[in-house]
């Protein structure tokens, strides 16, 4: 069985690992299965040979043999629900876990995402200034709200998990803007993650990407 991912030839992060081929990356050393990257660039993500695989033409993708994945969620959950290390056995801390991968992509990103979008597409409307706080601030409830629940606990919910994975993942897009540092509970939390021995792996291949092709 060889697992093949697709990743940006040339990511707009420079190697910071927020592109989401990180995350998948990550679950996969978390497992411990051996991956191949495909590096593709922005016109060959239009191309039809990548929309047969990923139909709104964006990374990452996840091959092995006969199966192909898109969404970056769905393909942390099969890695995870396939190989042992992300899931717990009991099948309610199961479900738990799970429904924290779904909060991270489906409650927790979509305002960091929005700070993303207004930076970069809305920068020179004569309304930014306005918006900004406003789209600051909706993060900034989810991040309170996360924080409480987190409290002294070292993960979401007992061990690490797959949710784990995917929250962390999530809330490092955040780094970038500093906010993170407004919630030292979440920065501990992240900072943990990031000391996993998979983590590190998974990050140092991703920014070998980027370093190689300075060379
Ligand atoms: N919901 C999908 C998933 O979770 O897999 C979203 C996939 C997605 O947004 N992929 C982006 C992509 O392919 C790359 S990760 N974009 C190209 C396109 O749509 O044409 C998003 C991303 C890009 C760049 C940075 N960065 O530079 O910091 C961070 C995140």
Not at 114 to 139: A, N, S
Request: no cysteine.
């Amino acid at each position: 069985m060889t697992i093949t991912i697709t990743a940006f030839e040339k990511s707009p992060d420079r190697g910071q690992g927020l592109a989401r081929d990180m995350r998948v990356r990550w679950a996969l050393e978390e497992v411990g299965q051996p991956y191949e990257v495909r590096l593709v660039s922005f016109s060959a993500l239009r191309e039809p040979a990548h929309r047969a695989i990923h139909p709104f033409g964006q990374i990452p993708t996840y091959e092995e043999d006969d199966l192909a994945l898109f969404e970056s969620g769905a393909i942390v959950l099969h890695l995870a629900q396939r190989h042992a290390g992300l899931l717990p056995d009991d099948a309610n801390a199961r479900a738990r876990a799970i429904a924290w991968m779904f909060a991270a992509v489906n409650t927790v990103e979509p305002p960091i995402l929005d700070l993303q979008t207004t930076r970069i597409l809305e920068r020179d409307k004569p309304w930014y200034e306005q918006r900004l706080p406003l789209v600051q601030d909706r993060i900034r409830v989810r991040l309170s709200e996360l924080s409480t629940r987190l409290g002294d606990a070292r993960w979401l919910d007992g061990s690490f998990s797959a949710g784990d994975l995917m929250m962390v993942a999530v809330l490092l897009r955040l780094r970038p803007s500093g906010m993170l540092d407004e919630y030292p509970r979440l920065s501990a939390y992240v900072a943990r993650a990031e000391e996993r021995p998979a983590y590190k792996r998974a990050f140092d291949a991703q920014l070998a990407v980027f370093t190689n092709s300075l060379g």
